[in-house]
């Protein structure tokens, strides 16, 4: 078992989580979309063999997230986010070497892995494991900064790559990972005062049995559908939604205005959250999430005969979409237990980034099919499906 640091401010660490965060979906989540047109006029390499890379590694990604979830359950949970990030960090930089697409491929397959260890999964379920009812706190307040990430890495990437190359930018995102990043995860992750000492983890079998336990009951595999139905059409609208504006005649200004508007609404979805948190539970604030998303689709729907309705689809998707990074961990600790929580988390994890991985591929699919008017239709759809299947969820949860 690892050692146990020194006890650490609670506040302090949750802040340094939240830049942390912050700093690792930058350099390693957003970089990708954010570079994604230098990539392709200077390696001279398709949007579809690029695209392919990013897909791959949410898939390991997605893979790898149970694997993590048992080590976190297991008290290696400082180990795996300081670790994912050191590696993470590494291998952004070696980004900036890549001369052909196998290397390119190899090290965004590995760069899924950090993932699955870095990013929001893992991090929540530290903190659920760790904090017990004190987390609802700290994951709201790291992802209220870290939902700036995009924000950050879009404008900082492009800006880098124009003036001194992508190769330059990837390196400079390298840096700030091993130097900031790295050390604010590992401060981060220190025990508090009021924290469940990391030697006190439950057993491997006990997780085992947690999880085992959780898979027996319709609650688990509900959620899963209604997670991954959040992810699928989160992943399609952010994906399509330039082509699928254009296709309607909007400006590409208006249209980059809209889609750079749902990271902001995002934030203040969770700061609305924040003020609410006392007085609502986080199962009734995940269920509102759903009607503000199944109120997106149908305002994207709308948009056609008004387009001002697109202001509506910005807010609602943005706010819609921006809890559930705080729910999801919450409501699943709430139906599910926290024994083994990190096997369970991870366990869920897998088909909520496998959803996200395949939403731009099933988008254009169905693009092929009946163009975005029925994309549009689709994600209306499966957010309904999301919602009836949370529904389920609670009503099982309950009679249980």
Known sequence: ?????????????????????????????????????????????????????????????????????????????????TGGAAC????????????????????????????????????FAFLTRTRGGDARRAITRITLIAGLAGTVSFPTANLLAELYGWRSATTAFALAILLIALPLFRYGTRPVAANEPASSAPSG??????????????????LAVAFSMIALTHGILITHL?????????????AVLVASGIGPMQVAGRVAMMAMERHVSMNTVCAVSFVFMLAAATALIGAGAIPLLLVAFVVLQGSGYGVTSITRPVVTA???????????SGAL????????????????????????????????????????????????????
């Open 349 to 400: 994890a897998l088909p909520f980034m496998g959803a996200t991985a395949i939403s731009p591929t099933l988008a254009a699919a169905i693009w092929t099919v009946g163009g975005y008017d029925l994309v549009r239709l689709a994600v209306l759809g499966l957010v309904g499906v999301g919602a009836a299947s949370f529904v389920l969820a609670i009503l099982s949860a309950q009679r249980r």
């Open 88 to 123: 993470a960090g590494v291998l952004i930089g070696l980004v900036s070497l890549v001369q052909v697409s196998w290397q390119f491929y190899a090290l965004w397959i590995a760069l899924g892995a950090c993932m699955a260890c870095a990013l929001y999964e893992p991090c």
């Open 334 to 344: 709430n139906l599910l237990g926290r024994t083994g929580f990190g096997a369970i």
């Open 242 to 254: 330039l082509p699928m504006l254009d296709e309607r005649g909007v400006s590409t200004s208006v």
């Open 205 to 222: 079998s006990s997780n085992d049995e947690g999880l085992r336990a959780a898979m027996r009951r319709p609650t688990f595999w509900l």
């Open 1 to 81: 078992m690892p050692a146990v640091p020194s006890l650490a401010s609670p506040a302090r660490t949750v802040m340094a989580l939240a830049f942390a965060e912050t700093i690792i979906w930058a350099g390693v989540f957003y970089i990708f979309p954010a570079l994604l047109a230098h990539w392709e006029a200077d390696l001279g390499w398709s949007k579809t063999t690029l695209s392919g890379a990013f897909t791959a590694s949410l898939i390991t990604s997605a893979l790898c997230a149970p694997i993590a979830g048992r080590l976190i359950d297991a008290g290696y949970g400082r180990l795996l986010l």
